[in-house]
């Protein structure tokens, strides 16, 4: 498992540490992470439905930010749990660009304790 959760932080709700090889994996393990701390089983998700998303930004650590607020947009708004599939990143003309694939079911309050 890429990530830790850290509990010697007791300003924040919810902390921890995520580390990959890559840029690209270090943003999985941080979006596995956030889904762990939104489901109680995050292996009970099933990857029944795919999309997309492209981010941007000048700053990789503010962009994994807006990763995170992605996902988490994506299950107040549109009541999705997702897992983080694919994310491609590249450097272009001074910003980070992010092309992400996430996959994941509609919650189910029945299957899913959040």
Known sequence: MPFRFVDEITTADVAFEA???SLEELFIAAAAALLRTMSAA???VMRRQELTFRLEHEEPDLL???FLQELIFYKDARKLLLHAERVEIVER???FCLDALVSGEQLDADRHSL
Do not use: A, D, V, Y
Request: negative net charge; hydrophobic residues 40%; glycine residues 16%.
């Open 19 to 21: 580390w990959g090889e």
């Open 42 to 44: 995050p292996e009970q």
């Open 64 to 66: 994994l930010l807006l």
């Open 93 to 95: 003309e001074g910003l």
